[in-house]
């Protein structure tokens, strides 16, 4: 396009008339193909995943599968994944509930899980199911509203045992919240 605008200058439309008008047609043509272009992707609908790891440990391998898949994402047009942290959330005790609100980390938590519109899990397997942490988050958010409610869902496993932790994804009742 600027190549277009230096072309169109009064000195070349003094000689080419019919030429110069042709090209700011075409300058013309190609700025608002630009901006529609522009406003159909910005239209496009964003899919924002929540990925949540059930492990804590800080060179947990799922929660390198959470990364790849976020650095993945990056090249998706109109998918945006974030990392939900859930370490900072307390054991689950309803006695934490002070008139129909919960703790702080438990509705920023909530929040989270409540804007996303699909959710991803990577947990190892811990005693033949999720861990602790994730157990414990699920529990949270599954807490009156269930923000959990017609959301899809994805669950990833990496461990360092036989099975890789296929036990903790395979369907059980873990995650019948869902």
Known sequence: ??????????????AFPSLCLCLSVCLSLTQTQ??????M???????????????LRKGSYNQGLLRSAIELSKEINGLH????DIAPLPMLNTDLEVDGTYPS??????QKIKSADSI???SPEYNFSVT?????????ASRPPNIWADKAAAIV??????GGGTVAISPSPDWSFC
């Open 1 to 14: 396009i600027p190549l277009l605008n230096a072309l169109v200058s009064a000195r070349l439309f003094a």
């Open 34 to 39: 630009t901006r529609r272009a522009r406003e």
């Open 41 to 55: 992707e910005a239209a496009k609908p964003l899919i924002r995943v929540a990925a949540l790891c059930g492990s």
């Open 81 to 84: 994944v974030e990392s939900v």
């Open 105 to 110: 980390a438990v509705e920023a938590f909530r």
């Open 120 to 122: 991803l899990f990577a």
């Open 132 to 140: 602790a942490p994730l157990k414990n988050a699920i529990d949270w």
């Open 157 to 162: 496993s990496a461990g360092g045992g036989f």
